[in-house]
């Protein structure tokens, strides 16, 4: 009920959307329901996007690759408080854990359109 502390309007949850609850960290599976709803509807890929890039997106990208998730991390959809940090992050770490991909070849790679294994290797 705090400022800061509420749902920014028209960004709500909608019927039928899934609602994680109980992040307090950096990962988005610590202390969460996250991994429970996923299993429970047998989903296997993961598309991560946020803030910051090096942080709270890599800390969820590396807990779902470790729980055996099919991992995208769309690397147009991620910010960090540098652009070194940015780039480090995105050349070095995300291919280690994820399918760095923009946010138009996941679309193509939900659409059937492009394979994960093309898309994952140039991701300018």
Sequence with gaps: GTWGAE???????????????????????QSTNLHFILRGRKIENVALGGFLTNCCVE???RTAYENGFNVFTLVDCVAATSEEEQRVAIEKDFPMFSH????NEFLGILAGEVEAADASRGYD
């Design 7 to 29: 749902v920014v309007a028209g960004m709500g949850p909608q019927e039928g959307d899934m609602v994680v609850e109980g992040k307090r960290g950096l990962c988005a599976f």
């Design 59 to 61: 800390s969820s990208m």
């Design 100 to 103: 760095p991909v923009n946010h």
